[in-house]
């Protein structure tokens, strides 16, 4: 069961705020955030006939945004009180208890997306993820990550000391606790897994991998 379940059930009510820039320590980590979900939208657009599966959905903003444009979307999400708002604001979709490692669905899908939620993972437990879910992904299926990411040890150093300067101590305890990764650290495990793979940098702190199963 993933650690941050209480984190997220207790952030749940108040998800929504934040990352529509009501948290000042969280604006330039959630900035463009409508157009990082609608990128990874574009991103599967030719899989519109296909099952596409989201993790860690938390309330359902993404997902929202597939649904809208006829997708059909399965969300997987740990938390109780995530999964309680997305169903007010989703009736119509299905969302199951899951994580990265245990998604409870019988065939294999098409599309699997993500956003903000693959850095909750240690190093090893990504790599077994990205096996785990290869596992249940179609051939030429795409995988779509959002997250935090860097592109190079120093580039996470600097922001760490931009941070500290801003006096933002929230965020600058979760760059520090939590398990963000270079981008080229993730691509290289699609890489081992045989997927081709694009990136691309929407803000300060996030990028996007679009990988191909199958690519290479
Ligand atoms: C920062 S929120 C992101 C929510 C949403 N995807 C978005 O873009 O706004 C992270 C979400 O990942 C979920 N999460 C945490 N650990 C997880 C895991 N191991 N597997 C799947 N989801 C996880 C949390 O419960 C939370 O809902």
Redesign the pocket.
């Known amino acids: 069961m993933?650690v941050?379940?209480q984190l997220?059930d207790e952030w749940a009510a108040n998800?929504d705020e934040t990352?529509y820039g009501n948290n000042n320590e969280y604006i330039e980590v959630f900035a463009n955030y409508n157009n990082i979900?609608e990128t990874i939208s574009q991103k599967i657009e030719d899989k519109k006939d296909g099952h596409i599966l989201e993790?860690?959905?938390?309330?359902g903003?993404?997902t929202r945004l597939l649904y809208q444009k006829n997708f059909h979307v399965t969300g997987?999400?740990?938390?109780q009180e995530?999964r309680k708002i997305f169903k007010s604001k989703l009736p119509n979709v299905e969302i199951l208890d899951g994580?990265?490692?245990s998604v409870p669905v019988k065939n294999k899908v098409d599309a699997i997306v993500?956003?903000?939620?693959f850095h909750?993972?240690t190093w090893e437990e990504k790599k077994a993820a990205l096996i785990y879910l290869d596992s249940i992904l179609n051939e030429k299926g795409r995988m779509i990550i959002a997250d935090t990411m860097f592109e190079s040890l120093a580039y996470k150093s600097n922001l760490l000391k931009y941070v500290a300067s801003m006096k933002s101590f929230k965020l600058l305890n979760d760059l520090n606790t939590e398990y963000y990764e270079c981008v080229e650290d993730i691509c290289q495990l699609f890489k081992e897994q045989n997927y081709s793979f694009e990136t691309i940098k929407m803000n300060k702190y996030v990028w996007i991998i679009s990988a191909e199963k199958g690519g290479f």
């Open positions: 993933p941050f379940n997220f998800y990352v979900l993790i860690g959905t938390g309330t903003n993404l997987i999400e740990p938390s995530m994580h990265f490692l993500t956003s903000y939620a909750h993972l």
